[in-house]
Each structure stands twice: as structure tokens, then as C-alpha cells.
């Protein structure tokens, strides 16, 4: 089985960048199948656009844009990828540098898929870091690093025996429809808990207001849209729920620090 060395993946690489503590790689997927191999250091993928699906010895994951895996140290997996085009950004992790943060590998074992649209947002920060890359992007990018794991570290503090059901339920009930309009009482209603309870104990689990991941959300959803041509800003906003275009650039801003012209133009060039 083979094991790929730092910067390499399969397919066309537009871009590596080789930092102190990792190695960044944007790459377009070409092949349609890439049997079982390893890759010689932990890293993650971010789904800028197209489809893949990926599988493990656990699970097979169908990967879509906006979708976020983490494979950690001598996992093996292979690829397939359907007709069109696919593209991937990838960080990987230096050894010596993940060691040197005192984090627990054990809440980093495997590979898997990350759901939290808190996470994905610093991921597609990262991803416009790459492409600014002066003489600040080092730090900038270990700063979001250090954000994105701290980030997993602390959604792991609470034991999965000790999470509530509603918490899994609001997960997948918001995911299938971002652009519903929701009520407290609906939503509520739906995972049967009282209002106050849900109100109460959401950030709990969350670390953010129900409305703040309502906007996360959505917001997520219009970067795997941006790559889409036939799409304009204005539909992009209905598609995600929001009012008009003016309410979703000012709400994109206010995650992303910046207009979705901007990421727009990165997603579609290769660079």
C-alpha cells in the first residue's frame, strides 16, 4: 500500500505551501478512483467543489463542497470521485509540531467527518490565507490552526453519554433545510423539550446563541455555493434563507471578515 509523502496528492496540485508547523495543498481531483493508501502525516480536507466519496475501514463518507474530514497518522482510505470536477484543500500537520501543543491524540484518532460550522468558517479562512501568503500568512495560519483544534478540543469535554438526544436531533433537523424559517416553539416542539429548556441549554452544547448558528449555518452553505457560476449573490441569499442580498453580505462579512466576491473569485481560479 502506498504512502505519500509530504505535499503529495493524487491529482493536479494549483498550489503547496510549505510552513514551519504544515504543509497547505489546493488540488483538483482527476482520477476517478485511487485504491487504498496512506498519507505520511495528519491532515484535513476541506470539499471546495465538486463531489468524492471517501472511504475507511469504518465508514464511507460522501463528500460534497463545504465538506470537512480529518485523517489522522497512517489511516488508510481511497477515493472515488463521479463525473466533473472536484477540488480539495488540504492542511497537513507536522508531527513534532501537533506533539509540542500538549493535545490529547485521543480525541484526534482515525479518520472523520467535522460537522461544526464554526469550524468549517475558520477552514475557509485558512483556505484565503493560502492565497494572500506575505510574510503575516505563517501566523495567521498557525493562529487559526491553533483556534480550529482548540475548537475540537473543547467540544469533547462533554462526555457523548451525557449529551441530550434534542442536541443530535437540532444538529440533523437544521442541516436538512438551513433556509426554514424556525421558531423557538417549533423547534422545540420537534425535539419535544420546552422553550425555555432549549433557549436555556443551547449555547451549552453550541458554544453560540441558536440564532448565531441559525446565521453559521447559512452561512456555511453559501461558500459551497459560491463555486456555482449559474448562480448570482441574490439567489445565493434566497437559496441560504436569508431576506435579500443585502441582509446575507452583511451577514457573511460579519463571519468571514470579508465580501463573498472575494471568496467567489478564489473558488473559481485555480491558482
Given amino acids: 500500500m502506498e504512502t505519500l509523502k509530504t505535499g503529495r496528492f493524487y491529482g493536479q496540485t494549483n498550489q503547496t505551501l510549505h510552513l514551519d508547523f504544515a504543509t497547505i495543498t489546493d ?29 475507511n475501514k469504518k465508514e464511507v463518507y460522501h463528500c460534497n463542497a463545504g ?21 480539495g484543500f488540504h492542511i497537513e500537520l507536522k508531527e513534532d509540531w501537533f506533539d509540542g501543543l500538549s493535545l490529547s491524540h485521543n480525541k484526534l484518532q482515525g479518520s472523520f467527518a467535522i460537522a461544526d460550522p464554526q469550524v468549517k468558517l475558520l477552514f475557509y479562512k485558512l483556505f484565503r490565507e493560502s492565497k494572500t501568503n506575505d510574510a503575516l500568512t505563517p501566523l ?23 449529551t441530550p438526544v434534542w442536541v443530535r436531533k437540532i444538529r440533523e433537523l437544521m442541516a436538512d433545510d438551513v433556509a426554514q424559517k424556525f ?59 436569508f431576506a435579500d442580498q443585502s441582509h446575507f453580505l452583511r451577514c457573511f462579512k460579519s463571519y468571514s471578515q470579508q465580501n463573498p466576491l472575494v471568496y467567489r473569485n478564489l473558488l473559481l481560479r485555480a491558482c
Wanted: aromatic share 10%; proline share 3%; net charge neutral.
Fill in 27 to 55: 488540488t483538483e481531483y482527476t482520477h476517478d478512483k485511487v485504491d487504498w493508501h496512506y498519507h505520511e502525516n495528519a491532515y484535513f480536507t476541506l470539499i471546495l467543489d465538486g463531489n468524492v466519496m471517501e472511504g
Fill in 67 to 87: 465538506s470537512l474530514l480529518f485523517h489522522n497518522w497512517q489511516d488508510p482510505h481511497y477515493n472515488i470521485k463521479p463525473r466533473g470536477y472536484t477540488r
Fill in 140 to 162: 495567521a495560519t498557525e493562529a487559526l490552526l491553533l483556534q480550529i483544534l482548540g475548537k475540537m478540543q473543547g467540544d469533547n469535554k462533554l462526555s457523548v453519554n451525557r
Fill in 183 to 241: 421558531t423557538l416553539s417549533q423547534l422545540a416542539g420537534s425535539l419535544n423539550i420546552h422553550p425555555v429548556h432549549l433557549s436555556r441549554d443551547f449555547s451549552k452544547y453550541f458554544n453560540c446563541t441558536l440564532s448565531e448558528y441559525i446565521r453559521l449555518l447559512r452561512v456555511q452553505k453559501a461558500f459551497t455555493l459560491l463555486p456555482n457560476k449559474n448562480l448570482n449573490l441574490t439567489a445565493i441569499a434566497m437559496e441560504c434563507g
